[in-house]
């Protein structure tokens, strides 16, 4: 069958029609198509005027007289830099992402807390501002002020803009606000308490996600990412954080780091440590993302890790950004990875909606009450 | 079929003679069966003088007074010791163990370099003696004493006297010998090169492992393990280490920490890079061993790592005890978990045995030596 480009365009508005309009075939059409929200973007793709205040805040830091004006940036500048993540969207049929600050721009290890209140602030604004620019496309994530030896109590202000005044339905934790020292107490430590007190009764969940490494030893998205999510995980497994907050949930980014991989190594840990079964000890409250960037890694995650616990994603345009020649597509085209899954089409519309729909409580968003 | 135990062990026996024997037909099934060589095993079952030395040598770090006398230890309590690796070798059917001291033990960060010189030469000639007493089940591999912000330099007796004097084929590699907070240089810093010329003169592997983490971030086998694996392959991604030495091998234990289920992200981040593709960069050099605890795991780390480059292992008895509920056998039973792939023979055979008598050339050792 030849079909000319005109003709599939055609049938593809017809198809988009039909998803969207109000006839019995639309509606079978609306069940069985699952709404894709990749749960893990970041702004990758900011504008100069937006790195150049940062580096004159760092400038700062030495020298007072750098320090940045009132950042301008115009929407048609917002609105042209996030465009490319826009055509993967649809050229992925992907439809809408939760949309952090670029996660090794955080840096929370630079300046004292005062130099991350700023730069949070700055950052999930201009967050809020394109997700307002394009809501059909992003539903923004904030990025706390973390910063090496403060309580992060200190967190809890920026917490409260992000829900409250932009709606946001999730924040980025990071691990190790030291920047691959890893000097400050583990997630589990009531030194986090009091941010999650306040997170529980927001409603709204975590991904742990560090920054960028000054640690030599640690590569960046190849070894400090994985390392800490694998890190994050027995931190979890080891101590009774969801006992003391059964609400808390956690999204650990990269598929789980070494995790699933080594799910067998897990069960014997918790089991040899008297601790419950990891379903009952943390799969209440931990979820995993799939930026896995090869089909045997998603195979294996969906295949050890309950369905209700995966949660799409693709962190593009992000770590890695070519083609895989063994396949002709990029390597961060996680979506095809689970269209290859045999999956029931309840378990496809969990892995790519209503999981996601659950753990962020999207429904409450200007995106979710906007589709009603 | 009722089969008494005592006439299965009169047809087990009958076995083992067939495979040891010469008849035409014990050749041809030695010719199927391969040796199973474990390269990955540690003394966790040391006996309590041996251990007590250590304290009182860590003791004596604050009182001098406390510092011990030359350990005893009879050979009768040292060949009792190891009868539960043993026994393990004769129940799981495995044919020796590359045995070296306990890797939790090492504990470079432990008072100063003399420190770490004393245990690595109390443990590497405790090792010595059990393969000495014990020539059919293990071959030794020998601890380096490291030390926190010492050159690697001070590691060159040790290893010369490992190889030299109790031919072992190699020694394990601690990548942070700080126990956690990650202050030395990586392992493809120039501050390792004079250890690596003389291992690549002795012509011997190692293996990265690191030791016990005293940061309360790092659960040790569950996070501190894994995310050390990890981390120092992306070193070696990253790096010409392998330009600079060619003939230097490094074998990453425990299935590789998070690489072969992200190894499309390491293929893509090579890329991005404009490194060479991972065969070329450094799959001539780098091996993992299958400590991966689950059958799902095993399947993925021998469907996308290339067969040459996996060396069986269990890591009996080691960081995970228990029984998997969901198989009835032990969680680190892998030879199961290689028995039940679909994998050729003579694939089988170079996971079991090749593969780890070519990456450690132990041919060279009186263990293969008296084989013929």
């Known amino acids: 069958m030849n079909v000319s480009r005109r003709d599939w365009l055609k049938?593809?508005?017809?198809?988009?029609?039909?998803?969207?309009?109000?006839?019995?075939?639309?509606?079978?059409?609306?069940?069985?198509?699952?709404?894709?929200?990749?749960c893990h973007g970041h702004y990758t793709t900011e504008p100069k005027a937006f790195l150049a205040y940062r580096q004159a805040q760092i400038a700062a830091l030495r020298d007072p007289a750098q320090k940045?004006?009132?950042?301008?940036?115009?929407?048609?500048?917002?609105?042209?830099?996030?465009?490319p993540q826009i055509d993967f969207q649809?050229?992925?049929?992907?439809?809408?992402?939760?949309?952090?600050?670029?996660?090794?721009?955080?840096?929370?290890?630079?300046?004292?807390?005062?130099?991350?209140?700023?730069?949070?602030?700055?950052?999930?604004?201009?967050?809020?501002?394109?997700?307002?620019?394009?809501?059909?496309?992003?539903?923004?994530?904030?990025?706390?002020?973390?910063?090496?030896?403060?309580?992060?109590?200190?967190?809890?202000?920026?917490?409260?803009?992000?829900?409250?005044?932009?709606?946001?339905?999730?924040?980025?934790?990071?691990p190790d606000p030291t920047g691959g020292f890893w000097?400050?107490?583990?997630?589990?430590?009531?030194?986090y308490y009091p941010l999650y007190e306040r997170m529980v009764e927001l409603d709204v969940p975590a991904m742990v996600h560090v920054s960028a490494s000054i640690n030599p030893n640690f590569?960046?998205?190849?070894?400090?990412?994985?390392?800490?999510?694998?890190?994050?995980?027995?931190?979890?497994?080891?101590?009774?954080?969801?006992?003391?907050?059964?609400?808390?949930?956690?999204?650990?980014?990269?598929?789980?780091g070494a995790v699933p991989y080594h799910w067998g190594r897990y069960r014997g840990l918790a089991q040899d440590m008297n601790r419950p079964p990891l379903d009952q000890l943390l799969l209440h409250n931990v979820f995993f993302d799939t930026c896995v960037y090869h089909q045997p890694g998603i195979d294996l995650l969906t295949k050890v890790i309950p369905i209700d616990n995966i949660?799409?994603?693709?962190?593009?345009?992000?770590?890695v950004r070519g083609i895989d020649p063994?396949?002709?597509?990029?390597?961060?085209?996680?979506?095809?990875y689970?269209?290859?899954?045999?999956?029931?089409?309840?378990?496809?519309?969990?892995?790519?909606?209503?999981?996601?729909?659950?753990?962020?409580?999207l429904d409450r968003t200007d995106y979710f009450k906007r589709r009603g």
């Open 11 to 38: 049938g593809a508005a017809a198809l988009g029609a039909a998803w969207a309009g109000g006839s019995p075939l639309a509606a079978s059409a609306q069940q069985t198509k699952p709404l894709v929200i990749d």
């Open 68 to 83: 940045p004006a009132a950042l301008k940036i115009s929407d048609d500048e917002l609105a042209e830099s996030v465009q």
């Open 90 to 174: 649809r050229a992925r049929r992907t439809d809408v992402t939760l949309f952090s600050p670029r996660a090794a721009g955080m840096r929370h290890h630079i300046g004292p807390a005062e130099t991350s209140a700023d730069w949070s602030r700055v950052s999930n604004e201009i967050i809020h501002r394109v997700c307002m620019l394009r809501p059909d496309n992003f539903i923004g994530v904030g990025q706390l002020p973390q910063s090496p030896g403060v309580r992060p109590d200190n967190c809890i202000e920026e917490l409260e803009r992000c829900v409250k005044s932009y709606g946001f339905p999730a924040i980025n934790l990071n």
């Open 183 to 191: 000097r400050d107490p583990p997630l589990t430590d009531r030194w």
């Open 219 to 256: 590569q960046g998205t190849g070894a400090h990412y994985l390392a800490a999510d694998t890190t994050a995980f027995m931190q979890f497994l080891t101590s009774d954080l969801f006992k003391d907050f059964p609400a808390l949930r956690m999204v650990i980014p990269h598929g789980g």
């Open 311 to 319: 949660l799409f994603a693709s962190e593009m345009i992000g770590a």
């Open 326 to 336: 063994s396949t002709g597509h990029y390597y961060d085209d996680t979506k095809r």
């Open 338 to 361: 689970i269209d290859a899954l045999s999956l029931s089409t309840d378990d496809r519309r969990k892995v790519f909606e209503t999981n996601a729909r659950r753990v962020y409580r």
